[in-house]
């Protein structure tokens, strides 16, 4: 309604990166809620995942140039690490800290291997 009252357009972007919970029904939910709020977009909607490689091609960019760090925290860690900042009512900022910590993470090459071996995977941040 922003964008109509200012002469632009009104766009869809569908998140759908996150493979698991972007289910079929889910997108529909969307389409069908904005459907009844008779919301239309002025184009058709960007769909995320369909630029999955290109997003893959910025990160290895930003890492390989130090504008981005691999983080192996656990998605259990972060969880916990969160719920002790909600407890401390702080925000939930996370240390970089654990990327170093330990021998094993000094060696990067290595430490990815291992954390790939094990089925973990890392984010980009």
């Not at 930003?62 to 916990?80: C, W």
């Not at 240390?95 to 973990?120: H, Q």
Request: aromatic share 10%; glycine share 4%; net charge neutral.
């Amino acid at each position: 309604m922003y964008a109509k009252r200012h002469n632009g357009k009104f766009l869809v972007r569908v998140e759908d990166t996150d493979r698991e919970r972007s289910t079929d029904a889910a997108v529909k939910a969307i389409f069908d809620g904005l459907s009844w709020l008779e919301l239309f977009a002025d184009e058709e909607p960007v769909f995320q995942y369909s630029r999955a490689d290109r997003h893959r091609e910025v990160v290895n960019e930003l890492l390989q140039r130090g504008g981005a760090y691999r983080d192996f925290t656990s998605a259990e860690e972060t969880g916990r690490l969160r719920d002790l900042a909600k407890a401390e009512q702080r925000l939930a900022a996370l240390d970089k800290a654990c990327l170093f910590s330990c021998d094993e993470y000094r060696d990067l090459k290595a430490a990815v291997a291992a954390f790939k071996a094990n089925g973990n995977k890392y984010v980009a941040k």
